[in-house]
T-cell receptor
Framework: AAGVIQSPRHLIKEKRETATLKCYPI?????VYWYQQGPGQDPQFLIS???????DKGSIPDRFSAQQFSDYHSELNMSSLELGDSALYFC?????????????????FGQGTRLTVV | ELKVEQNPLFLSMQEGKNYTIYCNYS?????LYWYRQDPGKSLESLFV?????AVKQEGRLMASLDTKARLSTLHITAAVHDLSATYFC?????????????FGKGTKLSVIP
């Protein structure tokens, strides 16, 4: 079965550089979530999209932005990278049928992108 | 705002023993999830608990949900080394506008021979 695909799997950037992380959700899933997991930490919600519109925003720095495209893939853009941005970035997708409706809302996670800022 | 607390955060147990991980959450949660994560790897969904009294079992793991006590448990029966991993519980609250997951800090389980 198709899973959530993230690319790249590993990324090394220098401080103040920019990075773009990509996420391809499970086919027909309508919701994408981005999470950041620092070393030894629990995943923290960054942002989500439902049907290509931003549906919720968490602890995402202003230096980061994200969008979901017409083919439902999503990109997380990170600028002015800082050492503290080094983390695992996960994308998850689900079939939510809208944030106010019950659906198959189990979220499936991708393999993650390990970002190292040096 | 939904808060999720797990305990213990670290658990070292011998093979063959039983133990329970506890997950308390602060407000009404639409559903409760348990995930497993191996070091540097993705989050593997173990259980989704939707209603009060829900109990699910898979192999040596059993999860339950008590919505009145705002408590979920993950019970490990006759632990084996392969169960060594970090286990996260997570809740969702649709009032936030989406089904974003709020995670507990995780329980790092080490099963020793």
């Amino acid at each position: 079965a198709a899973g959530v695909i993230q690319s790249p799997r590993h990324l090394i950037k220098e401080k103040r550089e920019t990075a773009t992380l990509k996420c391809y959700p499970i086919p027909r899933h309508d919701t994408v979530y981005w999470y950041q997991q620092g070393p030894g930490q629990d995943p923290q919600f960054l942002i989500s999209f439902y049907e290509k519109m931003q549906s919720d925003k968490g602890s995402i720095p202003d230096r980061f932005s994200a969008q979901q495209f017409s083919d439902y893939h999503s990109e997380l853009n990170m600028s002015s990278l800082e050492l503290g941005d080094s983390a695992l970035y996960f994308c998850a997708s689900s079939l939510d049928k809208g944030p106010s409706k019950w659906g198959n809302t189990e979220a499936f996670f991708g393999q993650g992108t390990r970002l190292t800022v040096v | 705002e939904l808060k999720v607390e797990q305990n213990p955060l670290f658990l070292s147990m011998q093979e063959g023993k039983n133990y329970t991980i506890y997950c308390n959450y602060s407000t009404t949660s639409d559903r409760l999830y348990w995930y497993r994560q191996d070091p540097g790897k993705s989050l593997e969904s173990l259980f989704v608990l939707l209603s009060n009294g829900a109990v699910k079992q898979e192999g040596r793991l059993m999860a339950s949900l008590d919505t009145k006590a705002r408590l979920s448990t993950l019970h490990i029966t006759a632990a084996v080394h392969d169960l060594s991993a970090t286990y996260f519980c997570a809740g969702t609250y649709s009032g936030a506008g989406s089904y974003q997951l709020t995670f507990g800090k995780g329980t790092k389980l080490s099963v020793i021979p």
